[in-house]
């Protein structure tokens, strides 16, 4: 998952790495992104993997 600011064409992976897969930092098939700003993360729906996920925006992935 990439954030992008703007039109720009540069973005930062923020979850999920580069590649598909069922591992604790990667995502198959992400639907849905929800920001938690109490907590400062990302909730985020993997239907791929039948799981929903939370990544803290300070982890770095």
Known sequence: MQWKNGD????????????????????????????????DSLIICDWGNQRVVRWSRRSGT
């Open 8 to 39: 720009t064409t540069n973005g930062q992976v923020v979850a999920g790495g580069t590649c598909a897969g069922n591992g604790l930092n990667q995502l198959n098939g992400p639907t849905d992104v929800l920001i938690d700003k109490e907590t």
